[in-house]
């Protein structure tokens, strides 16, 4: 039985222990995950090389995280959620060229790089899987869907639009880039993502 | 020093040593390969794993690949070009049917699973990224082209259609389902990406 060993007591105990974790504390640990993560993947993320990257001791990220699954999936929740942008900006290819310049950003920062080292543990790691579905697609397939739904309200879609297939379209396009071709994620390619293919798609004429 | 271990004298040399190597032998130590991969992806695949599954001395292996880079990216130029239809049917959405249904169900096999094991290794490994767009990412591009080209001179394509982007497109939708989103890469979605996407682009009014 080990108690209080050196890597659980490097941070005195406070005796508010009913305050609030420090945010911009946890923020930096899942930044440090992310990194980690982007060069080593997934498998081989060890808490040990978070906490170092970090400089915390171990047990300061276990007192917050149970596993490195659990940090994981609060990071990719945390991270997906404060960086997509909600353009609303009345005209349906403004809002298109947006947002998904932003996502593209956000894919190309170290995020892109974590997710595409999850990429390949997804069908061995099913809640991971469920956690990066929930957070990473689904959060841009909403706001996507928004977009769309604002625009139908402006009268801007087509009738019969395959709008479902358009906001699944738009992602893969981006992803697909980022993780498997490899070619730019830049402007250009965002404006002939929304010209050539989903206002012809999804635009009224 | 070490001469004619026992896992380097399991096969006897054969005289005739200028003999093509048994092609078959070759194709099964590729199958385990692949198998060996898909499970554990390729940073924690060994040529003993895939000796063990293929029912092979280690030294079969290192006497056909140098590497487990050498075997992984032969494996995925053999495969690749052994199984992607190349549909001449004389009718573009046909073509595209053919060829997507037979990728998709390329997909969903084992190649599919060894292919998102790798992904998340391409940045780490540039040999290994260049082989996998090769042979994986260009080899189904360049049906694409083709039927999109043999279309254009039957006179099935619109004007100024996006013709690099629906390729594009096309093998983006597929890989997406597979190795983000998990949903069914069947009939009904290559007909629904033919007919509510790729025609309406491309196809002539």
Redesign the interface.
């Known amino acids: 039985m080990i108690l209080a060993t050196p890597a659980y007591s490097e941070e005195p105990r406070s005796p508010q222990r009913g305050r609030p974790r420090d945010a911009s504390r946890d923020d930096a640990l899942r930044q440090a995950a992310l990194e980690v993560m982007a060069e080593v993947?997934?498998?081989?993320l060890t808490m040990d090389a978070v906490a170092a990257r970090a400089r915390a001791g171990k047990a300061t990220i276990y007192r917050r995280w149970e596993s490195k699954l659990d940090l994981v999936i609060d990071t990719c929740t945390q991270l997906a959620s404060q960086n997509l942008a909600t353009p609303d900006t009345g005209s349906l290819a403004e809002d298109l060229r947006e947002f998904l310049n932003s996502f593209a950003a956000f894919l190309s920062g170290p995020i892109g790089?974590a997710a595409?080292?999850?990429?390949?543990?997804?069908?061995h790691e099913p809640e991971l899987?469920a956690a990066f579905?929930e957070t990473f697609?689904i959060s841009q397939r909403d706001v996507l869907r928004g977009i769309l739904e604002r625009a139908s309200e402006r009268g801007e879609i087509r009738p019969h639009a395959?709008l479902g297939?358009t906001v699944?379209?738009a992602?893969?396009?981006l992803?697909?880039?980022l993780?498997?071709?490899?070619d730019p994620l830049d402007r250009p390619f965002v404006d002939?993502?929304v010209d050539?293919?989903l206002m012809?798609?999804v635009g009224a004429q």
């Open positions: 993947g997934y498998r081989a790089k595409q080292a999850l990429v390949g543990e997804l069908p899987a579905r697609l395959p297939m699944e379209l992602g893969a396009a992803i697909y880039r993780m498997l071709t490899g002939r993502v050539q293919v012809p798609l």
